[in-house]
């Protein structure tokens, strides 16, 4: 196996494990899950088919078929993690955010979908505000919208979209 399989599969079996431990972090506390599809996830749920594609072509190299299973892993588990609402705060890519932290939030409904807002400081940086949104399908949208209310809901704010 060359020097730089090794380094990608490193790479790749770190990037798969930090991920794996997200995804168990998330599946423990989240209470109402955001829409699975998004366009990130169909670009990932693209490169994942074209990863194990990949698997035919190296078959007879065990180095390369490694590194090509391991990467799959690792696509696979950032296509599972969800947005989605928890108890005391909501994940964003697999990130915990928790409503301390929420400077304000706002809400709408679409035409499929209900989409919830945030604005949240992160108290690792010291400057800065940031932004998200988070998509529901809209039959969880009262669900979504009480949940907020009671935990939250003196933070809600007309935002600027």
Known sequence: MEFFSLVLLGIFLAIAIWLGLKLIRMKKMVTIYG???????????VALVFAVATIFLYW????ELIRSVVMIFAILMFILLQDGLCE?????????VPFEDVTDFDYKRDKEKFIVYFSY??????SGNFSTEIVFALKKGDEVEKALK???GKKYKRMKK
């Open 35 to 45: 829409k699975f599809l998004n366009l990130t996830k169909i670009m990932f749920i």
């Open 60 to 63: 007879n190299n065990i180095g």
């Open 88 to 96: 005391d705060g909501f994940f964003y890519v697999g990130n915990y």
């Open 121 to 126: 400081r992160d108290p690792k940086q010291k």
């Open 150 to 152: 009671d935990k939250i």
